[in-house]
DNA sequence: CGATATACGCTACGACTCGTAGCGAAAGAG
DNA sequence: CTCTTTCGCTACGAGTCGTAGCGTATATCG
């Protein structure tokens, strides 16, 4: 379904046309932020008119939603083999996807406009928040086969303790990598570890 | 220093313009977000002329900042008795802050025009972040003459220690208020404040 | 009291951006 | 060849930022 039979008559659109544009986009989105993004410097950085872009988004916020939600279909996680490598692994990532200044100010601006749009809101809970909190549970599943953690004594309690490891997580690596503005080191990330396995097995044992 | 000895000849200004200006800025942003908020608007929201706004704030960034700042000064560090009230409590207040739509759409707002503006980060991060961390260091004194936590052995060890705990607390409760978008119930909170306590006293320990 | 100095509201302005409309030309389908 | 769609280009109306000028209001100083 969605066969997305284009039009079968005229002139076919520019297929390399979209690719430069998100790109363009992103990348005039790092410089620039979404207030200072404009179309027409969108579209001379793509190499394209400006009614081009028109034609294929409503709008500039449309137009970011899509050059953000194309960037953010590269996550995935891998199972290391221990807790630690685990947690390890997943603030790497999460620094890492932060450590680009274009995805800092995209996903920044797209979170500053869901706050007053709930559809957009919505989109970005499924599409960037939920995948993520996905990569907890997976690692904690992990440890408990591999006996490094209690299995849950209940399912509540399970749902509780992966909020709250992803809400410490994900906030305090957002934190630093866009408020504090300091890198994510190996050290750091070495640190925040251990200072996170320690209550983890309390938690975990409910 | 740094009196704040206002001009002594000629008309003084409104006094109340700031305050109605402030909360009118708070109450746009809500509703309109970073890029619908118009100065015009704000005038006419709180009753006075556009050129009152640019002759007590250089341009529309620093008047949000300012918006923002103060909303964040009303957060208090009460000594309950115990670290673990103070940190609850402190906790509760943030959460309650976050919760109300006004502040969420202006912090992320304001975080997400940082990234690209270093200027205006740097000014975030004076108005807004670091004052803030004052609620920490009570917090920890007042655990400290309680004997909950051992004294600082050097001063060095003291501001790393502040420095992660305000980044652990405020990027956490930012992240589950703003993009989790989930209520900070008093479960979450406690078991939050469980996870915090865990490695506190290693961390203030050294 | 008058002179001085600042804040105020109002209007107008230049520069810029959004998003749309119209034009001729290009590129494919039937 | 004809029809249809996309393309780049130019121009436009509406709206915003931040500034300047003007007359007026309200304070301090001599």
Known sequence: MTAPSGPRKGRPRNADADGAILAATREALAELGWGGLTMGDVAARAGVAKTT???RWPSKNELVVAAVAEQLDELEMADLGSLRADIEAVVA???ALLSAPETQAALLALFAEATRDPLLRKR????IIEPQKRLVIAGRAAAQTRGEL???SCEEMASAAVDIIFDTVAGTVVHRMLVSGEPA???WISAFTTLLLAPLTEIAAG
Chains 1, 2 share one sequence.
């Open 150 to 152: 209690p299995m849950d």
């Open 53 to 55: 872009l028109y034609r």
């Open 185 to 187: 080191t190996a050290e």
């Open 124 to 127: 970005v809970r499924e599409s």
């Open 93 to 95: 990532q999460f620094a």
